[in-house]
């Protein structure tokens, strides 16, 4: 017998503050750990860390194919790969997306990404003050992801700032904005397919040549698909390392003396990346449909409805994570699924761990302190941490 949706137990849409989330997704692990929301159409909602892990593990009862995110979206264009692919035809379009965001590809861009964190940080420092995320983070971010496409900062920025309208539209249910600014997207992603036509580059270094050419090591991809793969990167690929870097800002400027371990021992930072990720993983909105009727949790879900993965409780699980809300560098193990888990683990892992830890490093090393400037303001539902962090920097001595 289904049970009846019409309480709604999991309110999406209240009010977020930087630490107020976490207050609730505890009570909500405590008291339904499975819950139910009538918001967006009605989806469930997983809190507990095994659950969200089974979830993404198991492809034979869950399909990121029907529906992907919640909200639901429109996909008038067709499917984007490869979040909206199950396995095995998944692995088509991850295997060349997979080559370009291998370490070794990663690493090259050291140097550059240090480069640009200096010449963005230098003058906002030398002014005293700064918003992380707008100033800073945003900029950062896009020209990261502009160095995988081997595209240029503006138009970067261009594809966040109408990815921005997109994820409003989506967590607004509004339709017509949604489908304007989704086709704004594919705009830019056949713009950028037919210039790399023209000028193919390396498949091993860039994304859009080694999707086009993927034919020559195995199945080939339709153009069509190309630019939906293309579309789909732009708008999720700068959002979530914005996020979690602003998380981070906030988290030292509150806390002076991990700035002051951090600055005196550099050396820390990789380490205390993956504490941050644990403890401000930035997805929240990332579904699956189950395929048929199954439980989870003691609670019944029916075939066909949306489960979403709440990864910023998940990480905090007190099951998992002894002392799940203290800062702790030295965890052991530290399991956290900021990344995911399965065939749809976020495959720039290692590009967000180098943008976090040059990020976070330039900041400490260009200031002698920095502390909270104003009121931190958090983005919509899409995804978790800050769209407004104001700082103080203090030049170093």
Same mark, same amino acid.
Request: charged fraction near 25%; glycine fraction near 6%; hydrophobic fraction near 40%.
């Given at each position: 017998?289904?049970? *009846?949706?019409? =309480? &709604? =137990? +999991?309110?999406?849409?209240?009010?977020?503050?930087?630490?107020?989330?976490?207050?609730?997704? $505890?009570?909500?692990?405590?008291?339904?750990?499975?819950?139910?929301?009538?918001?967006?159409?009605?989806?469930?909602?997983?809190?507990?860390?095994?659950?969200?892990?089974?979830?993404?593990?198991?492809?034979?009862?869950?399909?990121?194919?029907?529906?992907?995110?919640?909200?639901?979206?429109?996909?008038?264009?067709?499917?984007?790969?490869?979040? #909206?692919?199950?396995?095995?035809?998944?692995?088509? +379009?991850?295997?060349? !997306?997979?080559?370009?965001?291998?370490?070794?590809?990663?690493?090259?861009?050291?140097?550059?990404?240090?480069?640009?964190?200096? =010449?963005?940080?230098?003058?906002?420092? &030398?002014?005293?003050?700064?918003?992380?995320?707008?100033?800073?983070?945003?900029?950062?971010?896009? #020209?990261?992801?502009?160095?995988?496409?081997?595209?240029?900062?503006?138009?970067?920025?261009?594809?966040? *700032?109408?990815?921005?309208?997109?994820?409003?539209?989506?967590? *607004?249910?509004?339709?017509?904005?949604?489908?304007?600014? &989704?086709?704004?997207?594919? %705009?830019?992603?056949?713009?950028?397919?037919?210039?790399?036509?023209?000028?193919?580059?390396?498949?091993?270094?860039?994304?859009? *040549? %080694?999707?086009?050419?993927?034919?020559?090591?195995?199945?080939?991809?339709?153009?069509?698909?190309?630019? %939906?793969?293309?579309?789909?990167?732009?708008?999720?690929?700068?959002?979530?390392?914005? /996020?979690?870097?602003? $998380?981070?800002?906030?988290?030292? /400027?509150?806390?002076?003396?991990?700035? /002051?371990?951090?600055?005196?021992?550099?050396?820390?930072?990789?380490?205390?990346?993956?504490?941050?990720?644990?403890?401000?993983?930035?997805?929240?909105?990332? %579904?699956?449909?189950?395929?048929?009727?199954? =439980?989870?949790?003691?609670?019944? !879900?029916?075939?066909?409805?949306? !489960?979403?993965?709440?990864?910023?409780?998940?990480?905090?699980?007190?099951?998992?994570?002894?002392?799940? #809300?203290?800062?702790?560098?030295?965890?052991?193990?530290?399991?956290?699924?900021?990344?995911?888990?399965?065939?749809?683990?976020?495959?720039?892992?290692?590009?967000?761990?180098?943008?976090?830890? !040059?990020?976070?490093?330039?900041?400490?090393?260009?200031?002698?302190? +920095?502390?909270?400037?104003?009121?931190?303001?958090?983005?919509?539902?899409?995804?978790?941490?800050?769209? $407004?962090?104001?700082?103080?920097?203090?030049?170093?001595?």
């Amino acid at each position: 017998m289904q049970e *009846s949706k019409t =309480e &709604s =137990e +999991f309110n999406p849409l209240y009010e977020e503050t930087f630490d107020n989330s976490h207050v609730y997704y $505890s009570e909500m692990r405590a008291k339904c750990p499975v819950a139910h929301s009538n918001e967006f159409g009605g989806f469930w909602a997983l809190f507990k860390y095994d659950d969200v892990i089974r979830l993404q593990e198991d492809t034979d009862s869950f399909s990121t194919a029907e529906q992907n995110i919640v909200p639901r979206v429109t996909r008038k264009d067709g499917p984007r790969p490869p979040l #909206h692919f199950d396995p095995p035809e998944h692995a088509t +379009f991850r295997n060349p !997306i997979n080559r370009i965001f291998r370490k070794s590809r990663i690493d090259k861009l050291e140097t550059s990404l240090q480069n640009y964190a200096s =010449e963005l940080l230098v003058p906002l420092v &030398s002014k005293g003050h700064a918003d992380f995320t707008k100033d800073f983070a945003e900029y950062f971010t896009a #020209h990261a992801f502009g160095e995988i496409l081997s595209l240029p900062l503006d138009m970067m920025l261009r594809a966040r *700032s109408v990815g921005v309208r997109y994820y409003r539209a989506t967590t *607004s249910m509004n339709q017509e904005e949604m489908v304007q600014a &989704s086709t704004d997207l594919y %705009a830019i992603a056949r713009e950028i397919v037919d210039g790399r036509k023209q000028a193919l580059l390396n498949p091993d270094e860039d994304l859009v *040549s %080694a999707l086009l050419l993927a034919g020559e090591r195995g199945p080939a991809i339709s153009e069509k698909l190309v630019v %939906a793969s293309i579309r789909q990167v732009l708008s999720a690929a700068q959002a979530a390392p914005g /996020a979690v870097l602003g $998380s981070i800002a906030v988290h030292l /400027a509150r806390d002076q003396e991990l700035q /002051a371990t951090l600055r005196k021992s550099p050396e820390l930072l990789p380490r205390a990346v993956e504490e941050f990720l644990r403890m401000y993983a930035p997805y929240r909105v990332f %579904a699956r449909t189950a395929k048929h009727d199954v =439980e989870i949790g003691g609670r019944q !879900i029916k075939a066909g409805e949306a !489960i979403t993965m709440m990864f910023p409780s998940a990480n905090r699980d007190e099951a998992v994570f002894p002392n799940p #809300h203290v800062f702790d560098m030295n965890r052991q193990p530290n399991r956290h699924i900021a990344f995911g888990r399965g065939a749809h683990q976020c495959p720039a892992s290692s590009l967000a761990r180098l943008e976090l830890r !040059i990020g976070i490093g330039a900041l400490l090393a260009l200031t002698s302190s +920095f502390k909270l400037g104003g009121e931190v303001k958090m983005t919509d539902w899409v995804e978790f941490g800050p769209s $407004s962090t104001p700082l103080r920097l203090f030049p170093k001595n």
